[in-house]
């Protein structure tokens, strides 16, 4: 079936220490997300990329980068983590630009920062 | 500005009974398109469906409902006789045409108790 793969499901990570989530598409999407969720609140886009072009939001912190050496696959990398960065991060895709199709979304990766 | 408000946080019912989530938009675009996604406990988001604005018709789809009606800016969804499967958090979310961005609102958590 094609998906949204995203590992590890289950992250742990210590304070500063840099760490890289991965996603992967077999859905052959042109466009890749990175979604930010904490407890109990909505989804908050990181940044997403349309093939090669990558968008970044305004607020997105620089502590988090992206990489997208493919179409299957992009990462997500955090370079210095605190302890506000504890989250689940979700991987979506859609098809095309213009906001018009729905987005898929992997099962997510929770991060925890000791 | 964009933006969604699920005015109901929380909502329990027993199972069997009719429950029906709020989704209230705004948007200054003339185009734009409106989502659900249902996340269940694992943490996956779900698309459940997407609605252009220029598409009024109802939709029901099963057990499932959406009513969109431009005049309130309101997008609700129904459920039939719930079942405890249908336990989950549901999001209502909008985008507009060309902003390749997904709007949520805060979500509202479905309780079905047998």
């Known amino acids: 079936d094609a998906m949204v793969i995203q590992n590890p499901r289950y992250q742990v990570t210590q304070f500063g220490k840099p760490v890289t989530l991965s996603c992967s598409q077999t859905?052959?999407?042109?466009?890749m997300y990175w979604y930010q969720q904490k407890s109990s609140q909505a989804p908050k886009l990181l940044f997403h990329?349309?093939?090669?072009?990558?968008?970044n939001e305004a607020d997105t912190p620089d502590n988090f980068q992206s990489r997208r050496p493919n179409t299957s696959f992009c990462f997500l990398d955090i370079r210095s983590p605190g302890l506000g960065d504890a989250a689940m991060y979700l991987c979506?895709?859609?098809?095309?630009?213009?906001?018009?199709?729905?987005?898929?979304f992997g099962p997510g990766t929770r991060l925890t920062v000791t | 500005a964009q933006k969604v408000t699920q005015a109901q946080t929380e909502i329990s019912v027993v199972e069997k009974e009719d429950v029906t989530l709020d989704c209230v938009y705004e948007?200054?675009?003339?185009?734009?398109?409106l989502f659900w996604y249902k996340q269940p406990p694992s943490g996956e988001l779900v698309f459940l469906i997407r609605?252009?604005?220029?598409?009024?018709q109802n939709e029901i789809s099963g057990r499932y409902s959406w009513n969109f009606q431009k005049s309130t800016s309101s997008f609700n969804f129904t459920i039939t006789a719930s079942q405890v499967v249908d336990s989950a958090v549901y999001f209502c979310?909008?985008?507009?045409?060309?902003?390749?961005?997904?709007?949520f609102g805060q979500g509202t958590r479905l309780t079905i108790n047998p």
């Open positions: 609605r252009n604005s220029f598409d009024e």
């Open positions: 979310a909008l985008s507009e045409l060309g902003a390749q961005k997904l709007v």
């Open positions: 990329y349309y093939d090669k072009d990558f968008n």
């Open positions: 948007t200054r675009d003339t185009t734009y398109y």
């Open positions: 859905l052959n999407h042109n466009v």
């Open positions: 979506a895709t859609s098809r095309g630009r213009g906001g018009v199709g729905e987005q898929y």
